[in-house]
């Protein structure tokens, strides 16, 4: 380290607004480095957002100033995470009872030992790991790696949450598993009413399992609305590049029939710390306009709830009526 | 794909270790460096613990019998106030068994303490705890200890004891801590905080039954360390030369110049006792690291089993066509 | 087999097991397998991990290393028949070898193939990378960090042609930058300036560069985001079309696949399950496991509907069921399937390049001639994952 080296700072992610609802997904899409995590992290306070206001039930979160400790604790008992590789989120030395009892302890969900082991068979009837009175003993080295999500998943409720972070759940698991882990999260997502954030890179599987989805690109938000409206009619330049590569079963129809027929792209996620000025896809945006490496693009309403930033389609649109936000991050900023 | 044996698998080795019961005898059986050097160790706590039952000489008895080379009467011969050298010997053990066995505990306390707390808080914390560490690593321990010793009001076994806590336990503070730093960003730690997991419960909880080998294995470095150094401070007579233990057997056989007198019954016991004690450490430890590092077992029989086969199937008889070939 | 067919035919793997042998017991990774592979043919081996995938290409690049071992089987390769000025390093090798042992009048250039299990340390170091090379998962991190990528792409070809100058070897290694898509001023940089996308071209370039007539690829692309993996994806298929190169390319993602290859290979509990060429597989994949692998992907088109996986996991390769290995997890399994090992079978008048392990397409076995279509095995999928609900 070179101690006389100017401090430079990450904006890893810039302006970013989301909004969560209960019994409601919505799925953060985008490349490694587009600050899709860093958003997680920050809603589930374990980085601070440098500017910018986190609602929680319509209530400001605080993380400065007095008494951050005990609203931080109250605030996390309401929002837990589940991680991306189950390999490492388990901790090899405990066994699953260990895993499940200690959010029902800290939390106060569970006092005698009686109680803490009924809520934990339960919790494993939940994810669907049955037998629970087999799977209660084991350690994370005995189970496979669908069983080790699962044994995550059932960690994070029973904290009982109303919002669940998970940060691509499924992208580590094999493939004939996925489904059965997304089925899980939709069936307590409908059930609990819980509020899922769904971070991916698999658009598909965002499509499959959330109502809403954002599109992120190298620290801001480009596109967002319905999944099926972003999904089916993309107007960001990004986010119609990325569903041009996303695998898919149907493209393989029009292989068969056309040869591979993908666009070219080109260039790759630009460097955080010296990003490129106005819209940061410019460089890589077959339809950018003088103005892109300008100005910021505001966003646009395109359709009700469907929005981009984006100069193609940057005329005045009406703001629709919102429905009763459960979590809401506006224009938090994290620098690192 | 990587398959190795249940029991020995990495991740299994802090729940066996933990666990404990007739699992730890399993466990030592499984490395012969292990097994070898487990047995070596047992059997000098053994001697500590039950030898002087052996004997009904005093080790601080004097008699007439003066500088007599091995006998039945004294079987390991006598020195030249007339003592016992067996005896000594098996009452020396406890005294250096337990200096080394109680200073490497205070060690490992300190390193631990120490190496998880830089390690997991970081910040300005672990750079002044980093200082701490990184002065004491360059500071001569021995001679340090000498000096130190040297000028202490009291001597005797506490003093020594201090002194190796005092200056054996960076190393292993610097290397746990490099294991605690890599250890706290992964997600099974950051699962624990963000469900509410107060500090202290995820370094002792969480954290630490991870670097549970690597604990073990400072430890008895740390023990193999104390042991010797003990040897030196009180061969050097900076300890009570009036308590018998090994270091001050040589004290006492290098100022009646046994070894000018030919008095090898005198010097080579205890020599060879601390000797045999830190090679079944050195065996222990590195018996240890097989097992929590797979990579650096030496060739197990499975591995032969497979080298066999491929053998026999690269050297089977030619089939008709590749004859042709 | 015809001549015509033998004088295509590159690699054939027949009976091929592999085994890891652990304190408790063998682990059965690969367990007789058969699979053939036609010069510049591109074929994809799928299969969750755990499969045999990986162990399978190994074994057959000779990679394996000891708990792993090869118990049975051949490796055939035939060498290029070209005389003249293609004689490669490799076919020297044999050369030399079989002037030792047999009469010379067998030239090594024979239609009958060479096993490859068989090769001697010398004959095996001129197969590879002359003959054979591979991509690992990981590849791109395995460049020396110290070394400018022109050096490391001029040391392989040294290493294997050390007759060649340093300036042809310079030209070479430049022309290979640019086929991978690399501007060959770039010789000069070093692995830490190129992204993960550059870096992984830079292995493909190498992988490329002594002109091998098979490479093996293991998931080359699993580590790269999306976009990169796209551009890979697409230059791998148009590499392969033009250099003639035969390609296997191991995946777990079938997707992708099914875009690059003209023939699938699925693997399952050590097992092929079923091979097919793409088109027949895509449209219509018989084997319940494949079937099930096919529809794990939820589509971007189309109506949003629920999707069921393949419940249960794959079955510990130490004591592996008796019957059909995926019969535990499999929504169609019968009595026969409980205790009977399924053979890969071509029972498809409509596809012959088509072949399932199943009881299902075995008359003798369901004792009916109706065989269940794509429609029977979803339905069996649905009610599969509405019993495992309502239990």
Known sequence: MNPFAEKKSVKAVEDASLALYPGRATALVGESGSGKTTVARMLARIYDPTTGVIRFRGQEVKYKGARVASSLRAYRRHIQMVFQDPFSSLNPVHNVRYHLSRPLRVHGHARSEKEVTEQVLALLRRVSLSPAEQFIEKFPHQLSGGQRQRVAIARALAARPEVVLADEPVSMLDVSIRLDILNLLTRLKDEEQLAFLFITHDIASARYFAEDTLVMYAGQMVEGGPSDDVIQSPRHPYTQLLLSVAPDPDRVQQVINHGNTSVPTRGEIPSLIKPPSGCRFHPRCPHAMPICSQEKPARTEITPGHWTHCFLYDQPGEKPAKQAKIIDAKSVQRAK | ?325 | MSTQNKNNLLLDVRNMSVDYYAANGAVHAVRDVNLSLKRGEIVGLAGESGSGKSTLAYAIARLLRPPAAITAGQVLYYPSIQEGERRTAFTAALEQANSKITDPVNSPTQSSGVDILKLTPPQLRAFRWNELSIVFQSAMNALNPVMDIGTQIIDVLRAHQPERSVQSCKERARELLKLVGIAPDRLRSYPHELSGGMRQRVIIAIALALKPELIIMDEPTTALDVVVQREILDLISSLCKETGTALIFITHDLSLLLELVDRVAVMYAGKLVEVADRNNFYAHARHPYSYGLMNSFPTLHGPRRKMVGIAGSPPDLRNIPAGCPFHDRCPMAFEACHQVIPALRTPFADAPEQIAACHLYDPKITRTTQMPGPADLGRGYEIQAERSVAR
């Open chain 2, 1 to 325: 794909m990587q398959v190795s044996s249940e029991t020995l698998q990495p991740q299994n080795f802090p729940t066996t270790f933990l666990r404990g019961g007739r699992n730890i005898f399993k466990w030592l059986t499984s490395n012969r460096k292990m097994a070898i050097g487990s047995g070596i160790l047992a059997f000098f706590v053994l001697v500590a613990i039950f030898g002087p039952l052996l004997t009904h000489v005093s080790p601080d008895a004097t008699s007439n019998d003066i500088f007599l080379p091995p006998s039945l009467s004294h079987w390991l011969g006598t020195t030249k106030s007339g003592e016992d050298v067996f005896s000594q010997l098996v009452y020396g053990a406890r005294v250096s068994l337990l200096v080394g066995f109680l200073s490497a505990l205070g060690s490992i306390i300190l390193q631990v303490a120490m190496g998880l707390t830089a390690g997991y808080f970081g910040g300005w914390i672990d750079n002044i705890l980093s200082f701490i560490i990184n002065v004491f690593l360059v500071l001569p321990g021995i001679p340090l200890g000498l000096v130190i010793a040297s000028f202490a009001p009291l001597k005797g076994s506490v003093v020594i004891t201090l002194l190796l806590i005092f200056t054996s336990w960076s190393y292993g503070s610097r290397v746990l801590r490099a294991q605690t730093l890599s250890m706290r960003n992964r997600e099974f730690v950051e699962a624990a905080r963000s469900s509410g997991e107060t500090t202290v419960r995820i370094i002792f909880a969480e954290i630490l039954p991870n670097e549970i080998a690597l604990v073990a294995s400072s430890f008895i470095g740390t023990f193999v360390y104390t042991i010797a150094a003990d040897v030196v401070f009180e061969f050097l007579g900076l300890g009570d030369v009036t308590k018998t233990n090994w270091g001050v057997m040589l004290y006492w056989a290098q100022a009646g110049q046994a070894l000018l007198a030919g008095g090898w019954w005198w010097f080579i016991p205890p020599g060879l006792c601390v000797a045999l004690v830190c090679a079944g450490l050195t065996l222990l430890n590195s018996g240890i690291d097989e097992v929590a590092n797979p990579r650096l077992r030496t060739e197990p029989k499975t591995e032969k089993l497979a080298r066999k086969k491929q053998a026999e199937i690269e050297k089977a008889p030619q089939t008709q066509e590749e004859v042709v070939a």
